[in-house]
């Protein structure tokens, strides 16, 4: 195969034509069309931010790649989590302090602008302020990146996750000022717009709840409370089934005003009846389970995702320690001791993506920022790799047997992030019939294909390497081996507590982890452990937007129980 499918550029190029979406629609308002273009061909490396509105406006998360982020994205990164910390919390004056220090950063993107607005913004309405001047600065702020709006050509248009929660809230306010019928055009158009691209889940879920709460408002004032009841049972159903908070609060709420003035102007059926004391009883349980936490309800949630990034600074510097290279014996050609000193230290990064992709290689990566889980495969492959993911947080192991025969068919062998995979998820479905030894050689050998031998604690894990160190304990556990299977996580646990941007954003393979731990715990006797362990994951579940209900019915058996 000659073309590496999976590298960036390629696979924006390909999901756009895919989509059938021109280079110049899909650049619009962020880069230049030579920029899209050089991004496509692997000539140019650009930030996270401007990834990530690029794949959001073709449709598809960013959950395909496993990121490694620069200093200053992280520096960012941390301001803008800072921000949207006192804004969650009702600190106003202290965001508004946070996003003025923010804007002290010379020479961004206008996306990274664009955030402070609409924070400024959401404070001002907060605040009390003249919703019809927040109405012409949400304007303004929209054009930042679309500059047509609001004369959109709607059928030709790309937007992101952002803007398109940045254009629901211009026609909520301009609903309240009175500007409805430019209102619910605008919501019309958003669902039409969804409804026309091939927009994946994990991405309607960011804006669609808002737009079916602003769309139940359009029906109640046409005297459609009916309707209006089935557009929040919409939104509501779409975040139980993906276990999202974002506007759920807020739909259950609506709901419910909208029972009370059904009842008023007709009376409610039995069935009604029952579906208003279910409402009743969501929103004292998701309240009461906010409250538990410490944690307001209405609260904005990222648009980004960092669950799977890492730090270029750190990952360099702590994988070349765990291995026990000097700097000397890393540098070559044009790098210098001095340049890779600087890079590990976060004040710089490589000036060529050949230096870069070298270092990469010599720490048992692969040789790019953004490292899609299966290299050098076609879309398909990714789709079905993406598909395996799933199922293994499900459990469904008939349907990984399913997709790993057809992805059998097509991965190239060649790639230790290929065999590795395959090694690993043939372990996997065989994890109950094979005896417990043979497993525990396989999985080793899974992990020797791309970390070498060194301490735990010491490495930066991959989500898969991650994920054959948890089940490693798993198979420790079988064997009545549960100290060992402790102490394998803790090490594990160790190495994730050291990454900077793990203790933000919770890892993904960090909360597997956690909940192994927990089970453990639980299974020793050790309750207070598996409570401590249970208490960080929620909050940080939340205050992501996530919710699991089972692990909130566990945590409280389990206090209840001691």
């Not at 962020?30 to 000539?43: D, K, P, Q, W, Y």
């Not at 230096?355 to 040789?367: H, R």
């Not at 396989?442 to 010491?458: F, W």
């Not at 549960?482 to 793990?502: P, R, T």
């Amino acid at each position: 195969m000659n073309k590496n499918y999976n590298d960036l550029g390629n696979f924006i190029s390909l999901q756009r034509r895919k989509r059938g979406i021109s280079q110049k629609d899909l650049s619009k308002g962020i880069i230049s069309i030579a920029t899209l273009s050089r991004i496509e061909s692997g000539e140019r490396t650009v930030d996270k931010l401007i990834v990530d509105t690029l794949l959001q406006r073709i449709g598809v998360s960013a959950d395909y790649f496993e990121i490694i982020i620069t200093n200053i994205e992280f520096i960012l990164l941390h301001q803008r989590e800072q921000i949207r910390i006192a804004y969650n919390e009702k600190k106003y004056n202290r965001a508004l302090d946070l996003i003025e220090k923010y804007e002290e950063n010379k020479g961004l993107h206008l996306l990274y602008f664009q955030y402070a607005e609409e924070i400024k913004a959401r404070i001002a309405i907060k605040m009390g302020e003249d919703l019809k001047s927040v109405c012409q600065h949400l304007r303004q702020i929209i054009q930042m990146t679309v500059p047509d709006f609001p004369n959109i050509e709607w059928k030709r248009c790309c937007l992101s996750s952002s803007e398109i929660e940045i254009i629901t809230l211009f026609g909520e306010i301009q609903w309240k000022v009175g500007r409805k019928k430019e209102a619910s055009k605008i919501w019309e158009h958003l669902i039409d717009y969804i409804h026309r691209c091939d927009i994946e889940i994990q991405e309607q879920i960011k804006f669609l709840p808002h737009i079916r709460y602003c769309m139940s408002m359009q029906m109640e004032e046409e005297q459609k409370l009916e309707l209006a009841i089935e557009e929040c049972k919409r939104g509501i159903q779409m975040l139980l089934q993906e276990r999202s908070l974002r506007y759920l609060i807020q739909l259950l709420m609506r709901m419910e005003q909208l029972f009370e003035k059904l009842e008023k102007n007709q009376g409610l059926t039995y069935s009604q009846n029952i579906e208003r004391m279910q409402t009743r009883a969501k929103i004292e349980m998701f309240l009461q389970i906010h409250k538990m936490n410490g944690l307001q309800w209405d609260i904005i949630y990222p648009m980004q995702t960092f669950q799977s990034c890492y730090l270029l600074s750190e990952i360099l510097q702590r994988r070349r320690n765990a291995m026990r290279v000097i700097q000397e014996n890393i540098c070559e050609d044009e790098l210098s001791v001095q340049a890779l000193s600087n890079i590990e230290c976060g004040k710089s990064v490589p000036r060529k993506n050949k230096n870069l992709e070298k270092l990469l290689k010599k720490i048992y990566l692969p040789p790019t920022r953004y490292m899609a889980y299966l290299q050098g495969v076609s879309m398909e492959t990714l789709d079905l790799e993406r598909k395996i993911r799933k199922a293994l947080n499900s459990y469904d192991y008939v349907k990984i047997r399913q997709l790993l025969n057809q992805l059998k068919i097509t991965i190239d062998q060649r790639y230790s992030r290929n065999q590795q995979f395959l090694l690993y998820i043939n372990v996997i479905v065989c994890l109950e019939e094979k005896n417990s030894m043979q497993i525990l050689e396989k999985l080793n050998q899974a992990l020797s294909c791309t970390m070498p031998k060194v301490k735990i604690e010491n490495w930066v894990f991959t989500q898969y390497e991650s994920m054959i160190i948890n089940t490693i304990a798993i198979v420790y556990r079988k064997l009545g081996k549960c100290n060992e299977a402790i102490e394998l996580l803790q090490k594990l646990s160790i190495s994730n507590q050291e990454s900077k941007i793990n203790s933000m954003v919770l890892h993904s393979d960090s909360e597997l982890t956690i909940r192994n731990l927990i089970k453990l715990f639980e299974e020793k006797g050790e309750y207070q452990k598996a409570i401590h362990l249970y208490k960080e994951v929620i909050k940080r579940k939340l205050v992501r937007g996530e919710i699991d209900l089972s692990l909130n019915l566990y945590y409280h058996n389990l206090f209840v129980s001691i």
